[in-house]
């Protein structure tokens, strides 16, 4: 009973901030927030998505991003100077990204250049990284990607260069080379850890794609038994899981696409579908209330913890210290080679 009534008082104290700040205000709420803070939020949906649809809003003074804090940091890469970025909770990190540090990517690309030439490596980062990545691909005149368009990001990358090497989601690499008919033995896995990644000089000069060796804590819950189990269960449904997943899991799969790809796979469903998800837990459940017309059902259970740190509570506190609390900010130099890695990216999209 008492939380019921903090969520109400949160709620309306948050509304009430909203109403006063009116359309300097922006409260954007990634599609892995659960449902209380999607339901105070004004836009929802993916990282990069919510970041442009900021970005383009010339009202806004305050920029609060209900996710975690690549995607703050995305947010201010793209921000006009008036924006002021916040987050609710700071510790609301990315493990997937802390994976790819600058220090161990700098000290790869330079092993990698000096067995192939710098020239024949194209460097792209996938859009769940640091801002240093993102800004390290711009400097070496690579671009940033999606999971909606990391496909046309590696075909744009081989039009310029011979390699790419892809940080910091292995498995997003590995599923989007196989898309492209890139053969497993074309695609090696760097271990920062280990001397060449773990590779031999011979494996590096044959790789068409080298990729770091991060993951997504979320997406790699899902196994193949869980498939297998679900396709046993339901043998009339349809599976849909985000390319996160391993490339077995993808391959079980009847599709696999983005964030936004499944939102829009279990919308358009014919009425009396049953759609299996893989993907984060607090999607799912909004997913099977907002259509009640269909059977929405999860792979298996994986929550994002770190997502799940924001809270009504943290969130009122931010608007309560509007501008001044947990303000992201990037160094302007970072900042200006990332967003030459987005500017690629947007004409990637365009």
């Not at 599923?175 to 008919?181: A, D, I, K, L």
């Not at 607090?282 to 994002?304: F, Q």
Request: hydrophobic share 40%; with cysteine.
């Amino acid at each position: 009973m008492k939380s019921q009534i903090d969520e109400k008082y949160f709620i309306e104290q948050i509304q009430d901030i909203k109403e006063a700040l009116g359309e300097e205000l922006i409260i954007l709420t990634h599609h892995y927030q659960r449902k209380e803070i999607v339901d105070v939020g004004d836009y929802r949906g993916d990282s990069f998505g919510l970041s442009k649809t900021a970005a383009e809003d010339k009202a806004a003074r305050f920029i609060v991003f209900c996710g975690v804090h690549f995607m703050a940091e995305s947010a201010e890469i793209l921000s006009q100077p008036h924006h002021t970025v916040q987050i609710p909770d700071q510790n609301a990190g990315c493990p997937m990204a802390d994976m790819a540090d600058i220090y161990n990517v700098e000290r790869a690309w330079k092993d990698v250049a000096s067995i192939t030439g710098k020239d024949a490596i194209m460097p792209i980062a996938y859009m769940n990284s640091d801002a240093r990545i993102k800004a390290f691909c711009g400097r070496h005149g690579g671009a940033v990607c999606t999971s909606s368009n990391a496909l046309a990001a590696f075909g744009w990358g081989f039009g310029r260069r011979e390699k790419i090497f892809f940080f910091p989601d292995k498995h997003l690499g590995y599923n989007t080379g196989n898309q492209m008919g890139i053969q497993p033995d074309e695609m090696i896995v760097w271990d920062p850890k280990k001397p060449l990644g773990g590779n031999t000089q011979e494996s590096i000069k044959k790789a068409k794609v080298i990729l770091w060796d991060g993951h997504c804590h979320v997406h790699t819950r899902f196994r193949v038994e869980h498939v297998l189990k679900m396709r046993k269960e339901y043998p009339e449904a349809r599976i849909v899981v985000h390319p996160e997943c391993t490339r077995e899991v993808v391959e079980l799969a009847d599709e696999a696409g983005s964030t936004s790809f499944i939102v829009k796979y279990v919308e358009n469903a014919p009425p009396d579908t049953t759609i299996i998800v893989g993907t984060e837990i607090n999607l799912i459940n909004r997913l099977a209330l907002e259509n009640p017309d269909k059977e929405v059902l999860e792979l298996h259970y994986s929550l994002c913890p770190n997502m799940f740190k924001i809270n009504l509570k943290n969130l009122l506190w931010s608007l309560e210290n509007i501008g001044q609390a947990n303000v992201i900010t990037v160094p302007e130099a970072v900042k200006t080679d990332a967003r030459i890695a987005l500017d690629r990216m947007l004409a990637l999209t365009d």
